[in-house]
């Protein structure tokens, strides 16, 4: 579990409180962010870093802050992973006017003046204008400070010598295994459940979108062995419950987050993706005549994307221990 300290920002607050200031804005509508958790995390590319997550609604009550400000739980929410040089390698943006948040953005979200103490992590988070995502525009000024929750950045503390020793062991062995090279897979050939059908190819934020037959415990089951097949891997964080579904799976270097939720007597998935080929797109087959996902998306499938958008928010419904 991480560690983590949240308090209400204010302009006003002793040193040893988070404080925020600033705006969060979608089509000119402020996300009114008051309150910032810092979070512990694992480390990324065997660097250190932490996560920062600022959320409009108080965030105490909840035992994972960050899961649920990307759902929207939390009111308007930015959630961002960040190393200790102050470079962005994460950005969840879940704004409550933007209709197709959360939705990722790294590289479009800058840290300005990024200090870090001891105690104390301070800086600006700025995207240095507007911007626009799915026909919406969105931009972010926040100046913040707060105290480091133990433990942060504590990847590079000393070891001892048998876990220094251990480690050394594990990566003189990951070493001497061959490590799986070549070309990435092409999104075409990234196994459907059979009978899936109106799929939508979105290549340009790599998604996925389809409706199948079936529940969702079954078409999640179906989908799982396919993958299985092809030689991908479970990820952390997959969650099967009566009503949705999270999967995640790993494939040298590729990620997929497969969410999955129940529609009229069949089942609405939709595929995140990162590390596969999108050089050629399959054509769509949402609809008669559907063009291909490079092209502009016909009523049908705006309406496909509204209502997966809207799932999100549901996502967790029906799944056994989380609370809405």
Known sequence: MALSSVIPGRAQAPADKPTVSGTF??????????????????????????????????????????????????????????????????????????????????????????????????????TGKELEFFGQTWNVDLNFSAPLPKGAFAAEAAESPTASSSKKMEKDKEESEPVPSGPKLPVADLPLPTGARDIEYKSVVGHILFKADGSVGTVANAFSKKLQAQGWQDGAGSLIGKNNAILKRKLNGADLTIMIQPEGTGSNVKVFTQGLDWSTTPASTAGAGAAPASKPATPNVEDIEKEANKALQDALKGIPGIKL
Not at 75 to 83: N, T
Not at 84 to 98: L, M, N, Q, T, W
């Open 25 to 126: 804005l979608s089509d000119g509508k402020d996300g009114k962010i008051q309150y910032l958790v810092v979070q512990t995390r694992e480390p990324f590319s065997d660097k250190p870093a932490i996560r920062l997550v600022f959320t409009e609604k108080n965030p105490s009550a909840s035992k994972k802050p960050d899961f649920d400000a990307g759902f929207k739980k939390l009111g308007s929410a930015l959630v961002i992973s960040v190393f200790k040089d102050g470079g962005i390698f994460g950005c969840e943006v879940a704004h409550s006017a933007h209709s197709k948040s959360p939705f990722s953005s790294v590289g479009a979200i800058k840290m300005e003046g990024f200090t870090v103490t001891d105690t104390q992590v301070s800086g600006r988070l700025t």
